[in-house]
């Protein structure tokens, strides 16, 4: 089966978890219904084209898969590549929380097409908050339209995780230019054959430049000058990859002729701070991203799941069962869509705290968003990594052959836990830098907001809830006590031990958030019930809930202990790693 | 890097965990390590080789990569291929815990050629438990050899889990053959260049049989006749998968030309006894093929992060530290490290009580191997695929791209927890036809035992065991229950509640077990220092048991409320996933 956009779950979170942000809900319908049928109609179709064909190199040049360019002129012509940029630079200046949702549908569809835009978005939110007027006048217009992408040039070899290490460098001109020589790898969109230009974004240090990251500086690049001359950079060549396989991944050679022409986005040696804003904006997307492909493999191992018949289920009637009445299927299948719905939830709540911070709310929004971005980002995607794993597993031997398209999913979603930023260093951005945010209190609002979700529950007289509110309240309390012991381990003499306990204390935030969210879902379904409504997917709102309260949320109380066993490997991790 | 046989932690789990089933220490030494020699030297360098140029099909025939059929010679005329098989066919005779120790290393160093030897080893338990003198006279000195390796005809289109659908028809002739007609998919080595002849078994149905699984019957149908003519059969086209493709996955057509000559094994219609023989010594080398990739994968992302500089640790004197210096990748390898050993333990567990139940202990030692079996096959290769993804992670970017090596464990582990019977079915197994052995007794010693250990730490004064004994005992009393539970359920008129919690069951029981098993090794490595010995090993195994206990086995208690919560969603599942 190929991709069904999921509008009315996808319209249902964004009412009763994250806000429409000022949207009439009709025309957030309307919206998401048309952005679903391109979804569906135009980017799925060449899911698979892409996966088998790949992007060719040869002499500098990526040629994209067969219909990409002309998928890629249909996602621009329709307005969607700014969905959420500024009207005054071409943008609908609609809600991110809405951008996040269509952002998931194109992923969902097409996660290599996908990352394009996401790109392209990032580059955008750069150059406008830190771009000169000049420059924003010069380019932005461009970006939002998408005909001409973005890239973000951050990596070089010597240089992932750490970009202290920055190597590639830049000199004033003179005329206000600069000039870039360096190599950078891992870019992705670096080069290919979608528009006639492209704007790159790149990290460099500028001749006697303090050391560090903050002796570096962020440079527009582009493909392609104001005078219609090739600048001074090239592709050198693409990786070979585990999946993504439409995406090209390039290595990029600036300077060769010595120099590329690059213009200062922000001050000079702040480019830190600007990579951040277009990194955060990103990194959001990137949990986006998760949530789409986890749909995705969702959908298939379901559809398949109804349609193959092995076994006979108990009190089955006919010989063979579809395994979908089997109940280990049944658990694995519910799995997937409940950590999806749960991923949703915390990525919409995310793009709704940057639309909040906008509003009157502003600084706390804006601070929440921050402390969410690594949860959306990170727990997002290490449950892409297990639900489309789970969709292979569900299909059985033909899981694992490359035609039933399930396998490609999982190939796909694993970067998602890697680029912009590893999820081990989204685990140490949230406990080292988000949780002492306001001395805290950012934090314990996140959790009280979690904890009224499990006193609606608790008030609730509604039967179909089983254990929700008991294992939701469980989950809190866990992620409230290991909440303190890493600010204490932070403000102690042995800072080591939050970071040790970084990774599960992260999984356990989004572990219990993705309980809240599902809370809120289930809290609305039982209210509409009530009302009157009769749509049996308020049922199914209230069982999914019920199911990952039960059967997902407990893992919440072995996180909290691995959080509070306070890394006491680190001292002898050396010696057992040495056996 | 490449592979390293991990002798010494191989031989450490053997002597205090599973036992050398009467094998002197020294020899033990000199096998693993002769063995650790060919996996590292002759079977880890075709890895990628075999990934990359997979096995070419063309006109019914398959081509091994380059050097496959060398390093097959070189196995088979080491003897290793019936390291374990009885010595009146030219078998070693020595204990399967010897013999899972080697295949752990085979399949380390390169999972597709260990898959061949692998099924030759299931081919010789069926010929040799059920097959006639006359059949064993003429094929079992060939299969123990390895001249020529065997496979498994199971699975047909439509017959996959549920074998009861088979419809590959057995036609007796009258002179003691039978006349084969189907077609058989997902067939390992169903076709090759390594050896003259191929022994395929074949499952198939008499005319008039009764239907399901108690009218099927095992047949050996050689590729070559004994007149040396082609019998009727023949590949007919072999599998594009996600991972291990240097081992062809062939469909296979028997009787195009009025039927393929067969033997029956065993009695007509009993075909499915045979079939458990076989494939419950397939089940457990698959788990050990799960610990051995684990292993790889765990070396190369240990040497990579031993390279590999990102940043300062806390405390670091130099502007940049090895990746591994940082808690949170200390956490991934020690959870590989930690898993990987576990797994090993549980396995080589199955094999000693596989040993076992030919000594004096008998039928108990029987029914021991029959529980764990399932153990050793779902949690190991669940744990593969945690592992090999673990091992991405570490790599950063680099793990995404192909030519690293790290993608390639993780693809190719990912069929261990599908094939010889997905990782579902071995949870129904354990819970449905394992647990109920002898009224509950098996499982009640095996928790007994599990127990012991945990007690044991409890007497032990040994500080660096931190909080090992009080998890480990916690996990033990959560199986308790969960299993008290599964029993109850399972007498209750509900049973698809058992089935409903299986597999977090299994997973409770293999996390426990692993525990246990560490503990083992903990407590002999606290003797060991205690009695004088200097060797840092032990400090080491004594560490990386804590970090098991301390951060991986408090997921028990999670696993238990999810088995306890008894399926709640299964009648409402539907309603769930129609949303």
Redesign the interface.
Known sequence: MSYRAPV??ILFTLRHVAGLGGVDPEDAQAILTEAGRLAADVLAPLNRVGDRHGTPFAAGRVTTPPGWRDAYATFTAGGWNGLSADPDYGGQGLPKALDAACAEMWNGANLAFGLCPLLTQGGIEALATHGSEELKARYLDKLVSGEWPATMNL?ESQ????L??LRTRAEPVGDGTYRITGAK??ITYGEHDLSENIVHLVLARLKNAPAGTRGISLFLVPKILQDGSANDLRCSGI?????INASPTCSMAFGDDGGATGWLIGQENKGLACMFTMMNAARLMVGVQGVGVAEAATQKA?AYAAER???K???AAE??SPI?A?????????TM?AYTAAARGICYLTAAALDAAHGPEGRAAHDRASLLTPVAKAFSTDLA?EVT?LG??VH??M?????TGA?QF??DA??L???EG???IQ??DLTGRKLPLNGGATVRAQIAWMRRAAEGLLKSPEP?F??MAA?LRGGVESLDRATSHQLAALASNR??AA??G???YLRLFGLTLGGACLARTALAAAAARKAGETD??H???I??A??YA???L?????????VL?G????E????????
């Open positions: 009315a779950e990596t240089a992932g995780s750490d202290a290490l790898i891992y990786e070979h990859k585990l999946g379901s018949r092995q076994g289920a108990i009190g010989a063979t979908i089997h109940p280990d299927v049944q658990r694995m299948l519910l869509k990594n794993s292979v597993q059985g031997g899981g694992f052959v490359e035609e396998a999982m190939r694993r970067i836990g890697i680029y590893t999820n081990g685990a140490i179909a089983g254990h294992r800072p080591e970071l040790a970084a990774a599960p049996p997917a049922a199914g709102r069982a999914l019920r199911f039960e059967n997902l407990p893992a919440s109380g072995g996180l909290e202990e691995a066993a890394g006491s490997f680190t002898e991790a050396a010696l057992a790693l040495a056996v």
